[in-house]
C-alpha cells in the first residue's frame, strides 16, 4: 500500500496542531479514510519508524470495527 508523508509548520498553520492536539513536535499522524489511525511523538528508532511505517502501509491490523 501506499503512505503519503506531509509536512506542516506548525508556526503557520495554528489550526491543525489545535485540532490534532499536538503537545510536541515531531508529532506524527497516519490517516485511513479519513479517520487517525496511528500516533507517535518525538523521535523513534529506526527500528520502531519502520514498524510504525509498515503498519500503516497495511492498516488492516490498526482498524478497530
Known amino acids: ?10 508556526d503557520k498553520m495554528e489550526r491543525f496542531p489545535q ?11 497516519a ?3 479519513g479517520n487517525m489511525i496511528a500516533t507517535f511523538v518525538g523521535c523513534p528508532q ?10 500503516v502501509g497495511d492498516p488492516g491490523p490498526l482498524l478497530k470495527d
Not at 1 to 10: G, Q, S, T, W, Y
Not at 46 to 53: D, R, V
Open 19 to 29: 485540532m490534532l492536539d499536538v503537545t510536541a513536535i515531531p508529532a506524527v499522524f
Open 46 to 55: 529506526p527500528q520502531e519508524l519502520h514498524t510504525w511505517i509498515t503498519n
Open 1 to 10: 500500500a501506499k503512505v503519503r508523508l506531509a509536512k506542516l509548520n506548525v
Open 31 to 33: 490517516f485511513h479514510k
